[in-house]
Every structure is written in structure tokens, then in C-alpha cells.
Nanobody
Framework: QVQLQESGPGLVKPSQTLSLTCTVS??????????WSWIRQSPGKGLEWIGV???????HVSPPLKSRTSISGDTSRNQFSLQLSSVTFDDTALYYC?????????????WGQGTLVAVSS
């Protein structure tokens, strides 16, 4: 059974970079044809898909966030990470990592518990 756990700082200052890591157990991030996503939830925007890294290392980011978002994977640690630069108060949200068994779909079958990130000075 795949399990996901988000980790990272819960507070980020405006203009800085938000960095989160998702640790995966019960399955390999490089197993065909898995996909690993980042999603966030906030009162103003609801659920918002951020981006994904696929089993082959390819990535896709939501267009509104593309210019300041980077998603990467570390197969040796079975982890994938999110970096969101130049954050503002509007980036305050509950951040989740999620898993799909088939790359190309945005149906998240398994979610982490979520981690709250507040952008505040």
C-alpha cells in the first residue's frame, strides 16, 4: 500500500521559496506508470492542482504557477519535492502530495495527510 508523508517548514516569509518533500513508502516513484502530484487547498481557491512528476522523471506544472514552480524527484530516497518561489500571502494553503497509478490522469487515488504552510512576515 502506497503511503505519502509531506514534510517541510510550516512558515515561509513573503518573497522566499516554499520547499516541501513527500516521502513515499509502499511503492517506488519510478515504477511504471505511476505519477506523483502536488495539490493545495485554500479558502479562496479551493483545491488547486500544482503539478506532477511522472515515473520517468518528466514533470508538468499548472500554467498559472509554471513560472515559479519546480518539481523534482529523488529515486534513491524515494521522495519527490516541491519548490515554489516568490511566495505571497495568497500561497498560504494546506499542501498535499498525491499519487496516481496511471500517469496522465489527475485522479489522485492516495493522498498524504497534508501540511499547512503559512506565508507571513
Amino acid at each position: 500500500q502506497v503511503q505519502l508523508q509531506e514534510s517541510g517548514p510550516g512558515l515561509v516569509k513573503p518573497s522566499q521559496t516554499l520547499s516541501l518533500t513527500c516521502t513515499v513508502s509502499g511503492g517506488s516513484i519510478s515504477a511504471k506508470y505511476y505519477a506523483w502530484s502536488w495539490i493545495r487547498q485554500s479558502p479562496g481557491k479551493g483545491l488547486e492542482w500544482i503539478g506532477v512528476i511522472n515515473y520517468d522523471g518528466s514533470t508538468h506544472v499548472s500554467p498559472p504557477l509554471k513560472s515559479r514552480t519546480s518539481i523534482s524527484g529523488d529515486t534513491s530516497r524515494n521522495q519527490f519535492s516541491l519548490q515554489l518561489s516568490s511566495v505571497t500571502f495568497d500561497d498560504t494553503a494546506l499542501y498535499y502530495c498525491g499519487h496516481s497509478r496511471l500517469a496522465g490522469t489527475r485522479y489522485l487515488e492516495i493522498w498524504g495527510q497534508g501540511t499547512l504552510v503559512a506565508v507571513s512576515s
